[in-house]
């Protein structure tokens, strides 16, 4: 698929029944529709009230702004990781939690694919060269897990290096925390009917069409695929020093308050308001992520 005007009708599979999904045609079925907020397990039926969503928001920036402050002061360096499906709210969330910071010393890192000599080098290694200096706060827009996921579902690694790179992460991240960087992984689940709705919403916004790409319609068919991925990348990455946070995505709204919620929570900066920061709400956040099999 070399552009979007290349792009055809794809057949996916959803509980079990086979659809045919046009991102082209102007309204959404009622398949999705009706279905969208709901899918996933979701267990709100509606959005959280807009207003509500700004006051919250608006506070837990106020308390991000002192987190900045702080790291100043004690050098602390702290890396969030954003991974999750395509379209599951990864860039919102960033830019929510970046909005009143520094950008001095609160970077984004979203990195395009590897150069040749970075094909050449270890895995790790041009992801290490955008790790925080003392006081800096940065958020990877994907990461390392890119091999994890995307990679081994559309190809472009061998099974032998997917193998090997989940062999290699939990020293790899034992070592970043044991250096004294705080490390938050997060991952943002969405349903797969809010998945395709997020897809046209894109396709036919001239705003956000630049967001959707031929390979996000391509890895579609390939749903099952990115879950077994995901499963796994989970099971085996969820660890004691470098554990993963799952937060339910489909809507946009509470996810960004509880994620950031809980990287508050989880940091002793000077000045802290627990009142400000508020409850996190257990039906959106999973400490240990509701994946994982017993």
Known sequence: MSSMDDIKPVEIVINGKTRLFDVDTPELPDWITKSAMASGGYPYD???NKDVF????EKLQIELVKVQTWQQG???????LFEGRDAAGKGGAIHETRAYMNPRTARIVALTKPTETESGQWYFQRYISH???KGEFVL????WYNRAGVEPVMGFCTPAEYEHFLKQVPPFEKLIVDEGIVLFKIWLEIGQEMQLMQFHQRRHDPLKVWKLSPMDIEALSRWDDYTEKRDRMLTETHKGKAPWTV????????ARLNLIRHILTQ???TGKDEKAIG???GKILKSEHHFLKS
């Open 46 to 48: 509606k959005k959280l």
């Open 54 to 57: 700004k006051a919250e928001l």
């Open 74 to 80: 004690s050098g602390k360096r702290v890396i969030v």
């Open 131 to 133: 790790f925080p200096t």
């Open 140 to 143: 990877f827009d994907r990461s």
């Open 247 to 254: 937060i339910l995505g489909n809507d946009r709204r509470r």
């Open 267 to 269: 940091l002793d900066y």
């Open 279 to 281: 409850e996190i709400d």
